[in-house]
């Protein structure tokens, strides 16, 4: 199995921050990546798939680089609405493997 | 627009079958390009991913839950189903249904679409 490894597990971060999360694999798997988000109580939500395509909707301060083993999703200046848990999903193979989760917490 | 919706028993008990359905509306669940699958997330903790069924009948599973686990679809109602067998406690979680898109030659897009999620406690 593909293990994902995010980091960091959580953060603190002010609005307007530039905030970077990682996710890497245990084994290259080219670009199947997906990022998602997912505020408290709520449906996760795609925000990023082929590792850097944005989702239809999704403001253009998140975006998404990486190749192979290593991945960040990146947010340009964090918005209030942005603080919550964001996940990446490896669908290179299966099974399919989340990463543990960040929780972008209000500093 | 596509809408998905979960929907089964709350409560099971353990030893017994989780069941759930997952009804497709707003589209059809029989196009060749689509896949569907089920996650899961207990509570406070990540997203698990428990398997996926092409309306051919095709599955995948994961490894962790395939003795357990059968996905069934039945296009004639627009859903697919969900059944996972000797429940335990580490069952307890939120099931959520969602869409796969395939793309030939390309990344599939997983997850684009999801239904609202449905919690199921395992407990006697």
């Known amino acids: 199995d593909i293990q994902m490894t995010q980091s960091p597990s959580a953060m603190s971060a002010s609005v307007g921050d530039r905030v970077t999360i990682t996710c890497r694999a245990s084994q290259g798997i080219s670009n199947y990546l997906a990022w998602f988000q997912q505020k408290p109580g709520k449906v996760p939500m795609r925000l990023i798939y082929?590792?850097?395509s944005l989702q239809s909707g999704v403001p253009s301060r998140f975006s998404g680089s990486g190749s192979g083993t290593e991945f960040t999703l990146t947010i340009s200046s964090l918005q209030p609405e942005d603080f919550a848990t964001y996940y990446c999903l490896q669908h290179n193979s299966y099974p399919l493997t989340f990463g543990g989760g960040t929780k972008v917490e209000i500093k | 627009q596509l809408q998905l919706q979960e929907s089964g028993p709350g409560l099971v008990k353990p030893s017994e079958t989780l069941s759930l359905t997952c009804t497709v509306s707003g589209g059809s669940i029989s196009i060749s390009s689509y896949n569907w699958g089920w996650i899961r997330q207990p509570p406070g903790k990540g997203l698990e991913w428990i398997g996926n069924i092409h309306y051919s009948g095709s599955t995948y599973y994961n490894p962790s839950l395939k003795s357990r686990v059968t996905i069934s679809i039945d296009t004639s109602k627009n859903h697919f189903s969900l059944k996972l067998g000797s429940v335990t406690a580490a069952d307890t979680a939120v099931y959520y249904c969602?869409?796969?898109?395939?793309?030939?030659?390309?990344?599939?897009?997983?997850?684009?679409?999801w239904g609202q999620g449905t919690m199921v406690t395992v407990s006697s």
């Open positions: 082929a590792a850097s």
């Open positions: 969602a869409r796969i898109v395939v793309v030939p030659g390309a990344p599939w897009h997983f997850f684009d679409y």
